[in-house]
């Protein structure tokens, strides 16, 4: 029998709940909470009361047994090593400020690694590592490897407090999945106040993080996905950070529909998504971020979108803000179907890998507007590509000012009737009227970190500035 299965629960006197920090959005932790710690094998007397006596863990089916077990405030906490085809189901939540946790920790071989048997050459076959019940909320899952798993985490809808924290996530189809259980009339239906920090996703089929309905207010803050490129183009199609909002079909005007809304990203990447059309398609897809429409009040925060075959960013989401985003190397590095507002951003060098479609930095489709103050768009593609069906070709639908348009080898025509530029300047980088524009010569390899595209004093008052110690 598992040690845990027979531990003594004293509330009053038992071990205290040690968390690393970052995790403030979950309060404080209970008084009477207690931890358990598991290794893949037992030591000491094996009752899970401390690392020296740690408990073996249980079978790779019975760890929702144990997560069970957790009242408010409890901690699972999970040392180094290798947990083979683990997956459970977490049904029923903490409380706020008293989440419980199931809590990876490096006891000496690093965070532990729960490795299933996903593969890419089969993308649809695999276990779920763990999924969260249905109005489960207050529910914290930190520093963790996860490896070769249909999906890392899925919700079931109506889950609030959730901290996604520090995970390490490869070779998945889905990183994490929040799913659509939600009422239009019902807030407390919805998954809400999701904090997801600090977790990498790399090598994967589908998506980083992927939302279907029902979810808002969440924070998504330094996180990393990297689809992997071609080699893991196995499943129609990479999208990075994918918000699809409520796409039930066939749904009576009667029932309101609950799109994803109020997401913030803040100094997250994606890169690396790959699409070829198949036979008798012509257009090349995988995007970075992605808002289908119905969906709105998205802003992001120093975020970057690196080497995708469509769209650094794809959005047809309403109320979209960015400040201090980079894209570079994507085909259309954002492509914008809503009024949306740029501060203090860069796009360059957007490349055409395949299919029908040309590169741009911006493909707009709006029939209203988008706003950009102190921008740099630099290479020799269009700066915009502009696609809006009934429109007028007199009709403003990009309004630039105090910023730069900079090609490098040849001369760019003019913005055109439907852009309205103010303050701002396009010229051959050689041939700048001012004299020399940024710190370095610009160059297509740009990672997106330091200052090499900094507007120097000439330009000072122009153009995407970043302060150096980023």
């Known amino acids: 029998m598992n040690p845990l299965a027979v531990m003594p629960r004293n509330r009053n006197s038992v071990f205290a ?12 932790p209970s008084l009477s909470a207690a931890d358990f710690h598991v290794l893949p094998e037992a030591r000491g007397s094996g009752d899970g009361s401390s690392w020296a ?43 706020k400020g008293a989440p419980i946790v199931i809590l990876g920790e490096d006891t000496g071989g690093g965070l532990p690694v729960f490795r299933g048997s996903w593969a890419k050459e089969k993308p649809a076959a695999g276990e779920i590592f763990c999924t969260i019940g249905l109005n489960a909320g207050f529910v914290t899952i930190k520093n963790l490897r996860i490896e070769n798993y249909l999906a890392a985490i899925v919700t079931s809808g109506g889950n609030e407090g959730l901290v996604i924290s520090g995970l390490e996530v490869k070779d998945v189809r889905m990183g994490v999945t929040f799913k659509n259980n939600a009422r239009a009339d019902n807030p407390s239906t919805w998954t809400r106040d999701v904090l997801v920090e600090n977790c ?50 066939d749904l009576p005007d009667i029932i309101g529909r609950v799109h994803d809304n109020n997401i913030t990203f803040a100094g997250c990447t994606a ?15 995988g995007d970075g971020f992605v808002a289908e429409r119905g969906v709105s009040k998205l802003t992001f925060v120093d975020c970057m979108a690196f080497d995708c075959t469509d769209g650094g960013w ?29 501060e203090n951003c860069i796009a360059g060098y957007p490349v055409k890998r395949g299919g029908s479609g040309g590169a741009a930095n911006f493909g707009v489709y709006t029939k209203g507007a988008l706003v950009l103050d102190r921008c740099t768009l630099v290479g020799d593609a269009p700066p915009f590509d502009i696609e809006v069906k009934g429109a007028s070709p007199d009709a403003t639908h990009v309004r630039i000012s105090n ?39 610009p160059s297509a390899d740009w990672d997106g970190r330091g200052t090499a595209f900094n507007s120097l004093p000439a330009y000072g008052s122009q153009g995407f500035r970043r302060e150096a110690a980023r």
């Not at 405030?73 to 189901?89: I, N």
């Not at 490098?408 to 050689?430: H, M, N, S, Y």
Request: aromatic content about 12%.
């Open 271 to 285: 890169r690396n998504a790959w699409h070829e059309a198949p036979a008798g398609k012509n257009y090349w897809n």
């Open 17 to 28: 709940l040690l968390i690393c920090g970052g995790l403030a959005a979950m309060g404080a």
């Open 200 to 249: 990498t996703f790399q090598g994967f089929t589908k998506s980083a993080l992927r939302w279907e309905g029902g979810n808002r207010d969440f924070r998504i803050v330094n996180c990393h996905g990297d689809a992997g490129g071609k080699p893991y183009a196995t499943d129609p199609f990479h999208m990075i950070y994918d918000i699809r909002g409520d796409t039930r079909k």
């Open 314 to 342: 794809d959005l047809k989401a309403d109320g979209v803000v960015f400040k201090g985003c980079v894209a570079f190397r994507n085909k259309r590095n954002f492509r914008i179907w809503g009024e949306s507002s740029f």
């Open 403 to 441: 910023s730069l348009v900079v090609s490098v080898e040849k001369e760019l025509p003019p913005l055109g009737k439907q852009v309205t530029a103010t303050d701002t300047e396009q010229f051959i980088f050689a041939k700048a009227p001012k004299g020399p524009v940024f710190t370095t010569a």
């Open 53 to 95: 006596n740690a408990a073996a863990a249980p079978a790779a089916d019975g760890w929702g047994a144990e997560i069970a077990r957790l009242a408010p405030g409890d901690a699972l906490r999970v040392g180094s090593g290798a947990y083979p085809k683990v997956k459970f189901g977490v049904g029923k939540g903490g409380a």
